[in-house]
T-cell receptor, first 112, second 111 residues
Framework: DGGITQSPKYLFRKEGQNVTLSCEQN?????MYWYRQDPGQGLRLIYY???????QKGDIAEGYSVSREKKESFPLTVTSAQKNPTAFYLC???????????FGNGTRLTVT | GQQLNQSPQSMFIQEGEDVSMNCTSS?????WLWYKQEPGEGPVLLIA?????ELTSNGRLTAQFGITRKDSFLNISASIPSDVGIYFC???????????FGAGTRLTVKP
C-alpha cells in the first residue's frame, strides 16, 4: 500500500544528543514536510522540501536540520541546540499544490 | 505564522448527538481541509474544500467553505463511539508550505 512511514514510533534520548527521525514515502510525491505537535496547539512547520536536494525553513526551524537526497526520504535531525525537543513529530507529503497533505503516524520523542 | 482559531476546544457528547465545530481566521484561504487524529497516529484527511461557499459531505460528515473565505465548519451527524478523536482544520492560501492549522477540537462520545 502507498503511504508514509515514520520510524521509530517512540524515541528516548538524553539531553545534549542529536537524534534523527526517519520519514519515507512511496506515494511519488515531490513535496515533503516536517511538523511538530505539542498538546493544545496546532501543527507547526519545521522544514519543507518541494524537490530533491532542496529544502526550506518553516516557522520553527531553529535547532533542527534536514536533508533530501532522495525523493522518497526526508530525515529530520533534532540537534542539541533545540531548547525543548520533547514533542510528537509528524512527517507529511503532498503532490502538486493545491493538494492535501498526507501524514505519517508520527514519532514521539522524549528527551530527558 | 498565523494559526487558525478553532472552537470548541473539546466536546463531550452522547452517542447519537450531532456535533458542530468551526474555524475562523483573519486571513483568507483558497483551500480548507478537515483532518481527524486518533491517539498516537497521524492526522487523516476527512474533507477538502476548494471553493468559497462549497458544501461537501463524506458519509455523516459535512463541511462548508465560508463565503468570506475566512472560515469553515464541520458537522458530524448521529455520532458514534468511533468518532472519538481530535479534529483539526487547516487553511491553505497558496502552496502547501503556507498551510495553517487550528489547535484542534477533542471529541469524546459517550455510549
Amino acid at each position: 500500500d502507498g503511504g508514509i512511514t515514520q520510524s521509530p514510533k517512540y524515541l528516548f534520548r538524553k539531553e545534549g544528543q542529536n537524534v534523527t527521525l526517519s520519514c519515507e514515502q512511496n506515494l511519488n510525491h515531490d513535496a515533503m514536510y516536517w511538523y511538530r505537535q505539542d498538546p493544545g496547539q496546532g501543527l507547526r512547520l519545521i522544514y519543507y522540501s518541494q524537490i530533491v536536494n532542496d529544502f526550506q525553513k518553516g516557522d520553527i526551524a531553529e535547532g533542527y536540520s534536514v536533508s533530501r537526497e532522495k525523493k522518497e526520504s526526508f530525515p529530520l535531525t533534532v540537534t542539541s541546540a533545540q531548547k525543548n525537543p520533547t514533542a510528537f513529530y509528524l512527517c507529511a507529503s503532498s503532490g502538486t499544490s493545491p493538494s492535501p497533505l498526507h501524514f505519517g503516524n508520527g514519532t514521539r520523542l522524549t528527551v530527558t | 505564522g498565523q494559526q487558525l482559531n478553532q472552537s470548541p476546544q473539546s466536546m463531550f457528547i452522547q452517542e447519537g448527538e450531532d456535533v458542530s465545530m468551526n474555524c475562523t481566521s483573519s486571513s483568507i484561504f483558497n483551500t480548507w481541509l478537515w483532518y481527524k487524529q486518533e491517539p498516537g497516529e497521524g492526522p487523516v484527511l476527512l474533507i477538502a474544500l476548494y471553493k468559497a461557499g462549497e458544501l461537501t459531505s463524506n458519509g455523516r460528515l459535512t463541511a462548508q467553505f465560508g463565503i468570506t473565505r475566512k472560515d469553515s465548519f464541520l458537522n458530524i451527524s448521529a455520532s458514534i463511539p468511533s468518532d472519538v478523536g481530535i479534529y483539526f482544520c487547516a487553511g491553505q492560501l497558496g502552496n502547501n508550505n503556507d498551510m495553517r492549522f487550528g489547535a484542534g477540537t477533542r471529541l469524546t462520545v459517550k455510549p
